[in-house]
């Protein structure tokens, strides 16, 4: 393990300020994700208001994520990561002033915009910043790692600013402002510490596992049928997630009937569950290769998610809660990192925003579904309906996913 830590150490330049720049998002969504739907409940909206909210912002970013991973192959992909993590600073900081429901829309699709640019560029960008594939599956679980880490504490934090900033209109206005501003700060400080990116080669010679008809830098061409296949299993993992996740603040608060800093207090725990997950997974690759690390995970994400629909004492409740959290977190970025990986460079930008939008039409469904039940009070059933799409999505990664994974893993290998 002291060896495994000290090579997790050796990153190049680019990825460890990827790492130190990690921390100000993570706080930042951290305090926004504890606190936004409180503070949409306290300015007197329904539940099923707080789904409609939620699911237009991910048909937003469904709708322009291909628009977004165009961009990146004309503008670059660090430009457009500065961009997004501004919008989502700014979206933040609307919601905390928006006094009219068109205006809380207007936040969510300028938050979602920003999310989009966000998510269709980052991981490509360290991938580029990184000199083998192993600093790359190593930096994507160390930033993920980081990330749920200062998520943990971000969400810990919002369990407790309110009572010091308080608001105007709500509580929590003051502290969703201050989530913004965390966020743009880390946009301008990768803005002005980032290296220049590498650009990507105009053609790959070598064909790969999810090369079809990607072409050059800046044209449109379909990619080829792993991506589809990739994208498929993003939209049923998306659809699983998105049952609970959205949404797990006021489970845990009207479940439990707990009071914020207790909801604070286990969301934070279950940060550093997937900080530890996150941090261990390339051990376990290593150690127990891909196909019983896959195993592992779904078993431990799907025993979680099930018993999590039953009727459980509050103690138990949240010993699954942390055992579905850090599986989820884990076998999300496993597909992501290792579909990412067998992709070719050229088609990478297409997957991210092919990826994005079907999440975005799976976690939409999803969102949608679970705020009609949370509307009838039905804390629970949100469990069942992830624990179902997780079983299909299970099926599909062993059927179509898992070889293609491991065709493209054994090509990089001989290459």
Not at 123 to 146: D, H, K, W
Not at 239 to 262: A, G, H, L, Y
């Amino acid at each position: 393990m002291r060896a495994y830590l000290s090579d997790m150490m050796q990153f190049s330049p680019g990825v460890r300020r990827f790492l130190a720049t990690e921390t100000l998002l993570g706080i930042g969504l951290g305090i926004a994700t504890l606190l936004l739907n409180l503070h949409l409940l306290a300015l007197g909206l329904a539940e099923t208001q707080l789904g409609a909210i939620s699911s237009v912002g991910n048909i937003c970013m469904g709708v322009v994520s291909i628009p977004c991973g165009l961009l990146a192959n004309r503008f670059g992909r660090k430009k457009l990561l500065v961009l997004g993590l501004s919008l989502m600073g700014a979206g933040y900081g609307a919601f905390a002033f928006a006094t009219e429901l068109w205006l809380l829309f207007a936040a969510q699709i300028m938050q979602s915009v920003g999310m989009s640019l966000l998510v269709t560029t980052e991981i490509q960008l360290l991938y580029s910043y990184s000199v083998s594939r192993q600093e790359e599956t190593r930096g994507f679980s160390m930033l993920f790692a980081v990330f749920t880490l200062f998520m943990g504490i971000g969400t810990l934090a919002g369990g407790f600013l309110p009572r010091f900033l308080g608001g105007a209109r709500t509580d929590y206005q003051w502290s969703l402002l201050a989530a913004g501003l965390c966020i743009l700060a880390c946009g301008l400080f990768r803005l002005a510490l980032f290296p220049q990116e590498q650009a990507p080669p105009a053609a790959s010679k070598e064909p790969s596992t999810g090369s079809g008809t990607g072409g050059v830098r800046g044209k449109l061409k379909l990619p080829g049928k792993a991506v589809w296949i990739f994208c498929t299993m993003n939209f049923l993992l998306a659809s699983s997630i998105n049952f609970v996740e959205p949404f797990q603040n006021v489970i845990v608060k009207f479940r439990m009937d707990w009071p914020d800093t207790m909801v604070s207090l286990l969301l934070t725990l279950n940060g550093l569950a997937q900080f530890i997950g996150s941090f261990l997974m390339p051990v376990c690759l290593e150690r127990l290769g891909i196909r019983r690390t896959y195993r592992l995970v779904f078993a431990a994400n799907l025993l979680g998610t099930l018993l999590l629909a039953a009727a459980v004492p509050p103690a138990a409740f949240s010993i699954l809660l942390l055992v579905r959290g850090g599986a989820t977190v884990v076998s999300n970025n496993l597909v992501l990192t290792h579909t990412m990986s067998v992709t070719s460079e050229e088609e990478r930008n297409a997957y991210a925003g092919i990826r994005q939008v079907t999440r975005s039409i799976g976690a939409s469904a999803a969102i949608y579904s679970a705020g009609f039940l949370l509307a009838g009070k039905h804390y629970t059933l949100p469990f069942l309906g992830g624990g179902i799409l997780l079983v299909l999505s299970w099926i599909f990664f062993r059927l179509w996913v898992e070889p293609l994974i491991e065709a493209g893993m054994a090509e990089k290998e001989k290459g």
